[in-house]
């Protein structure tokens, strides 16, 4: 599994103007796991008390899948031009 | 750079292929020669390679590419496809029933339930041979991996 994506890029521009926009996704990710580990003994209870429920027994692979769905965004490109128009993102 | 990434270069200079057409080329000609350099006969056939992203690309024809024609280009990662595709197979029925519906309805007959992880690694198999390109007298088409 490879790293979530650091940076996503963005473009829009009418030809005319434009503006890039650079968001750094990797400021982001410490803060998602300082919450997860606040949160987590909260999770952990309420898994306890509902382990019976056969989702509560698939929310471990869902949540594993969706954190591989994350890391497999980094690569991903969107571009759409219209006459002068472009729209662009970028996931690095 | 090689005579091979050379010739790519000047047929694109001399406008006999597209950009799209000679990145396509380079990245096929590039990492061949690479692991041919590293390990003589150790670098798998070009073809064999595993895609790494699914292409896909709207383009206007020279008949229809007037000014406000629309172009699209995405490069989605074959192994979010993969990743993707595991969530939904981990979806509850009835979401997977009712996105079954919402895609029978737009066309597509596809059983999201009936998706298996030995048939996600055969369609990822698959799109290695994918190649799709459509043209009409507006626009073209094109879906393929790199």
């Known amino acids: 599994m490879s790293l979530p994506p650091l940076v996503m890029r963005c473009r829009v521009s009418d030809g005319r103007r434009g503006f890039p926009l650079w968001i750094p996704l990797f400021l982001l990710w410490p803060l998602a796991l300082a919450i997860l580990l606040v949160l987590a003994p909260f999770l952990l209870v309420a898994a306890a008390v509902r382990w019976g429920g056969a989702w509560c027994r698939r929310l471990p692979r869902v949540g594993w899948a969706f954190l591989r769905c994350l890391c497999s965004v980094r690569g991903l490109e969107l571009d759409f031009r219209k006459g002068e128009e472009r729209f662009r993102i970028s996931m690095k | ?146």
């Open chain 2, 1 to 146: 750079m090689s005579d091979n990434q050379k010739k790519v270069l000047e047929m694109l200079a001399e406008k006999k292929i597209t950009v799209d057409e000679a990145y396509r080329l380079l990245t096929l000609v590039g990492p061949e020669e690479e692991a041919g350099a590293a390990a003589p006969g150790a670098g798998e056939p070009v073809g064999k390679r595993r895609p790494k992203y699914l292409r896909v690309s709207v383009q206007p024809t020279d008949e229809g590419g007037e000014a406000g024609a629309e172009r699209v280009n995405i490069r989605v990662p074959v192994a979010l496809i993969r990743a993707g595709m595991n969530l939904a197979s981990l979806m509850p029925s009835i979401a997977v029933s009712r996105a079954s519906e919402a895609l029978k309805e737009k066309g597509l007959d596809l059983d999201l339930s009936r998706i298996k992880g030995e048939d996600l690694d055969q369609l990822i198999e698959a799109l290695n041979d994918l190649e799709v390109d459509v043209k009409d007298k507006k626009e073209r088409v094109r879906i393929h991996t790199e």
